[in-house]
């Protein structure tokens, strides 16, 4: 028997830690299957009907939420993808309104800071790894120094340091 709270729950959190798309097919695959709500057909189905379907390739998990649990599940589905970018547009409206205000610009800054604190300690956390040689070492302070020049894109970072990787561990 599905607990509807769970199964919105599922979905809910899919459609949160997911970028969109298909991303969130591998989560719900693992916890409806897990719960054996689900069987591999549906997920096939899903996205069967998705594709010839208009309209934006995430809405396939509505389909699947007919599949596993009819128009309840249909509806619960829905609600569930449709949640966070509400969420997103609420508080992009209310930012907007308040955006100006001192204490909000010092959160702001504060929150960046401690992004900034968090990056720099999971960096020294995962180089400090036991086995990280010079390889691993110089990669991070060449991307380190290449970021303090501001002059690359994050995205140009990552591939260049990809690419050293790629040559360094070949």
């Given at each position: ?102 204490w909000v610009q010092g959160m702001m800054k504060g929150i960046t800071l401690a992004i900034v604190g968090i ?52």
């Amino acid at each position: 028997m599905i607990n509807p709270l769970l199964y919105f729950l599922i979905f809910l959190r899919a459609s949160l830690f997911s970028s969109g798309g298909l991303a969130n097919l591998p989560m719900l695959q693992q916890d409806l299957l897990g719960l054996k709500w689900a069987q591999h057909a549906d997920f096939g189905r899903a996205i069967a009907i998705s594709e010839l379907s208009p309209g934006p390739s995430g809405l396939w998990v509505i389909a699947l939420g007919y599949l596993t649990y009819g128009i309840p599940g249909a509806a619960l589905a829905f609600i569930a993808i449709i949640l966070p970018p509400l969420f997103v547009l609420v508080i992009s409206a209310i930012y907007d309104r308040i955006e100006r205000q001192r204490w909000v610009q010092g959160m702001m800054k504060g929150i960046t800071l401690a992004i900034v604190g968090i990056s720099l300690a999971s960096g020294w956390n995962l180089i400090q790894q036991p086995g990280a040689g010079w390889r691993e070492w110089a990669i991070a302070l060449c991307v380190f120094a290449l970021g303090l020049t501001q002059k690359f894109h994050v995205v140009i970072l990552l591939a260049l340091a990809g690419i050293a990787g790629f040559f360094l561990y070949h």
